[in-house]
């Protein structure tokens, strides 16, 4: 679920006129009953996103809703079943949706290049997760990164997250 978060927050501010809150920001009120009026007056925001993902085995179901946080209105509410093999363009759907819903017009296709490996995917989600301030941590995100790589060698977030890995090892240790 973190993963598709970011992916939607990144692929959120690509939109020209958007204002889209930072993933730290964010993630303070993940797992968290909160009014949403309350949560957008403390990000300085207008419209929430809000959603879910669950999956089940190889099925995945996402739940998404744009609110206007001022009434606590739902602007737009959609519930999306697929296999994991389609779990990118059901990301890239959303993504339009909202979009349109915000500016009013169809949104054209996210510019990233999606990976073609789903596990190699979870491999970056899981190499982000790990520190990168310890050795020892910057040894697992590698191996991670370079699993990812061989299972799709034009990842290129895989690479450029390897890249960051090498130098800061070469930096620090």
């Not at 501010?13 to 909160?34: D, E, H, P």
């Not at 403390?42 to 206007?68: H, K, T």
Request: aromatic share 8%; glycine share 8%.
């Amino acid at each position: 679920v973190d993963g598709l978060t970011e992916d939607l927050i990144t692929d959120l501010s690509r939109s020209a006129g958007l204002f889209v809150i930072a993933r730290n920001s964010t993630f303070a009120y993940k797992g968290r009953s909160v009014d949403v009026r309350l949560a957008a007056r403390d990000l300085g925001v207008r419209y929430v996103v809000e959603g879910s993902a669950r999956r089940a085995a190889a099925r995945v179901r996402i739940n998404a809703q744009l609110i206007d946080a001022i009434g606590g209105d739902h602007i737009w509410a959609e519930r999306y079943d697929s296999s994991l093999e389609d779990i990118f363009a059901v990301q890239d759907e959303v993504t339009a949706k909202i979009v349109e819903a915000l500016v009013g017009r169809l949104a054209g296709q996210p510019a990233r290049k999606r990976p073609s490996s789903l596990e190699a995917y979870d491999l970056c989600v899981r190499a982000r997760g790990v520190s990168f301030q310890t050795g020892l941590g910057a040894r697992e995100a590698r191996m991670l990164l370079e699993r990812a790589i061989g299972l799709d060698p034009d990842y290129a977030e895989a690479h450029s997250l390897l890249a960051l890995n090498l130098w800061l090892g070469w930096l620090f240790w």
